[in-house]
């Protein structure tokens, strides 16, 4: 008698502060049940509504041993398929099945997957600033935590100063009065760059892509004059750059031996990766916003990449990541999975145990497991010394405590919202042009 699935319910949760979704398939057998991510944090009650609404129905009987019939059941059973809000949903379920074949197995999921390549996951963490000392100061603080790959970032994304966002939201402010909202000179590690705004911007996140580039060309500069050329160092683009910037960007980062550069095109820019090719040799990553095959395939089949950076849960969990490894490994390319604070715990596990197990891994990124999540997600994979660990427990080896997600709702006021609206996504060209964020 098979085992079936009985119920599937989304948790929303912000333990951190960060909206997080996770997703709990239970089953005719009592207790076992598993857990997977489907963390899209930007619009999380879209998720809950696919999951509930119309996963819950068409696979309430299933049973939970045909994890890939029921991925590609999931996947087109809305005839319009794929995309992040769809992929987050099956991403739960898949996840979740996977928990519980490792569960019935008694393998944690590394073994289920034919074993583990290696013994401890090798890290990056993020390093930012409002200028190249304070990047500086925390590349220091990393490494005296055993973090041997850092990502260097100036101001976050797109490279403005601080006040210059300030600015932004200022002239979120003042744009309503209709004073000339934004005209500063941006000072940036000693970066002078003019942005200038028309009369009537609309309120944005400013910046300038010329004096982030100009200024993160000075920070690594600093950064490799101070500690030189053994630390491997990283930098993410995030898309924001107009794309021939982002062929002359890569070339002037080269005499920085990054690790990778990431980001440095939009998807829907990607073509333009073959003349980043021909003129950089500035190792390249790119993922996190791919949902579909349709994108990453040109660029690993024409190995116009070097790391593949999904966002597991965006492209329907663990049995579409594990092809998409496969296809990487067939022409060099290496696994560098997102790990930013709107992944969940069991989505980061998740990671892990693929981190472990596969062959072409590359390097994972990890931001991290404040206490509120521990408390939330028990069995969270644990950081020494530069390398991320998974427990031996069978699956995913992590669980989602509901009475104590329950404690954290998710709301307007939190992570990326201000009353209920996202605003660092709301990004602007000087002249008030919104741009990719
Ligand atoms: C990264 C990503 C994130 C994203 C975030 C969006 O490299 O970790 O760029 O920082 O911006 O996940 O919600
Ligand atoms: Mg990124």
Same mark, same amino acid.
């Given at each position: 008698?098979?085992?079936?699935?009985? +119920? &599937?319910?989304?948790?929303?949760?912000?333990?951190?502060?960060?909206?997080?979704? $996770? $997703?709990?398939?239970?089953?005719?057998?009592?207790?076992?049940?598993?857990?997977?991510?489907?963390?899209?944090?930007?619009?999380?009650?879209? $998720?809950?509504?696919?999951?509930?609404?119309?996963?819950?129905?068409?696979?309430?009987?299933?049973?939970?041993?045909?994890?890939?019939?029921?991925?590609?059941?999931?996947?087109? +059973?809305?005839?319009?398929?794929?995309?992040?809000?769809?992929?987050?949903?099956?991403?739960? &379920?898949?996840? =979740?099945?996977?928990?519980?074949?490792?569960?019935?197995?008694?393998?944690?999921?590394?073994?289920?997957?034919?074993?583990?390549?290696?013994?401890?996951?090798?890290?990056?963490?993020?390093?930012?600033?409002?200028?190249?000392?304070?990047?500086?100061?925390?590349?220091?603080?990393?490494?005296?935590?055993?973090?041997?790959?850092?990502?260097?970032?100036?101001?976050?994304?797109?490279?403005?100063?601080?006040?210059?966002?300030?600015?932004?939201?200022?002239?979120?402010?003042?744009?309503?009065?209709?004073?000339?909202?934004?005209?500063?000179?941006?000072?940036?590690?000693?970066?002078?760059?003019?942005?200038?705004?028309?009369?009537?911007?609309?309120?944005?996140?400013?910046?300038?892509?010329?004096?982030?580039?100009?200024?993160?060309?000075?920070?690594?500069?600093?950064?490799?004059?101070?500690?030189?050329?053994?630390?491997?160092?990283?930098?993410?683009?995030?898309?924001?750059?107009?794309?021939?910037?982002?062929?002359?960007?890569?070339?002037?980062?080269?005499?920085?031996?990054?690790?990778?550069?990431?980001?440095?095109?939009?998807?829907?820019?990607?073509?333009?990766?073959?003349?980043?090719?021909?003129? =950089?040799?500035?190792?390249?990553?790119?993922?996190?916003?791919?949902?579909?095959?349709?994108?990453?395939?040109?660029?690993?089949?024409?190995?116009?990449?070097?790391?593949?950076?999904?966002?597991?849960?965006?492209?329907?969990?663990?049995?579409?990541?594990?092809?998409?490894?496969?296809?990487?490994? =067939?022409?060099?390319?290496?696994?560098?999975?997102?790990?930013?604070?709107?992944?969940?715990?069991?989505?980061?596990?998740?990671?892990?145990?693929?981190?472990?197990? *596969?062959?072409?891994?590359?390097?994972?990124?990890?931001?991290?497991?404040?206490?509120?999540?521990?408390?939330?997600?028990?069995?969270?994979?644990?950081?020494?010394?530069?390398?991320?660990?998974? +427990?031996?427990?069978?699956? *995913?080896?992590?669980? &989602?405590?509901?009475?104590?997600?329950?404690?954290?709702?998710?709301?307007?006021?939190?992570?990326?919202?201000?009353?209920? $609206?996202?605003?660092?996504?709301?990004?602007?060209?000087?002249?008030?042009?919104?741009?990719?964020?």
């Amino acid at each position: 008698m098979p085992i079936t699935i009985t +119920n &599937v319910k989304c948790i929303l949760t912000a333990p951190a502060g960060i909206g997080l979704a $996770v $997703v709990k398939v239970e089953t005719s057998d009592a207790g076992l049940y598993g857990v997977g991510c489907a963390t899209f944090t930007q619009r999380l009650t879209l $998720v809950k509504a696919a999951v509930e609404d119309y996963l819950r129905p068409l696979l309430i009987g299933r049973d939970v041993s045909r994890i890939e019939d029921i991925w590609q059941l999931c996947y087109q +059973n809305s005839y319009w398929r794929n995309g992040p809000a769809l992929n987050n949903a099956i991403s739960g &379920v898949d996840q =979740a099945l996977w928990d519980i074949k490792g569960k019935l197995a008694k393998m944690p999921l590394y073994d289920l997957l034919g074993g583990k390549s290696r013994d401890g996951v090798a890290i990056y963490r993020h390093a930012d600033g409002r200028d190249p000392q304070e990047v500086l100061d925390n590349v220091y603080r990393l490494k005296e935590q055993g973090v041997m790959y850092i990502r260097c970032q100036l101001g976050g994304y797109g490279g403005p100063a601080k006040q210059d966002q300030a600015l932004g939201s200022r002239a979120k402010r003042t744009a309503r009065k209709t004073e000339r909202p934004y005209n500063n000179v941006s000072v940036y590690g000693g970066i002078k760059g003019q942005a200038r705004s028309p009369e009537g911007a609309l309120p944005g996140e400013y910046y300038d892509p010329d004096v982030y580039m100009r200024s993160v060309e000075k920070m690594f500069d600093y950064i490799r004059s101070k500690i030189g050329f053994e630390t491997p160092l990283l930098h993410d683009v995030h898309e924001r750059l107009p794309p021939i910037e982002a062929v002359r960007f890569a070339k002037a980062l080269e005499p920085y031996r990054l690790f990778f550069l990431e980001d440095a095109l939009a998807p829907e820019d990607i073509e333009w990766f073959r003349r980043i090719r021909q003129h =950089a040799t500035v190792p390249l990553a790119m993922g996190e916003l791919f949902t579909h095959p349709l994108e990453w395939k040109p660029l690993i089949v024409e190995q116009l990449i070097d790391f593949i950076r999904v966002h597991i849960s965006d492209i329907g969990g663990i049995t579409p990541a594990r092809k998409l490894a496969a296809l990487c490994e =067939a022409f060099g390319v290496r696994t560098a999975w997102h790990g930013p604070g709107d992944v969940s715990p069991v989505g980061h596990a998740a990671n892990v145990h693929l981190d472990l197990h *596969l062959h072409n891994f590359g390097i994972q990124e990890f931001s991290g497991f404040p206490d509120p999540l521990q408390e939330v997600f028990p069995g969270c994979p644990e950081l020494r010394n530069g390398y991320l660990y998974a +427990n031996d427990k069978p699956g *995913l080896g992590i669980d &989602v405590d509901e009475k104590q997600a329950a404690k954290y709702p998710i709301h307007g006021d939190m992570g990326q919202f201000k009353g209920g $609206v996202i605003y660092w996504t709301q990004s602007r060209l000087p002249d008030g042009t919104l741009w990719r964020p």
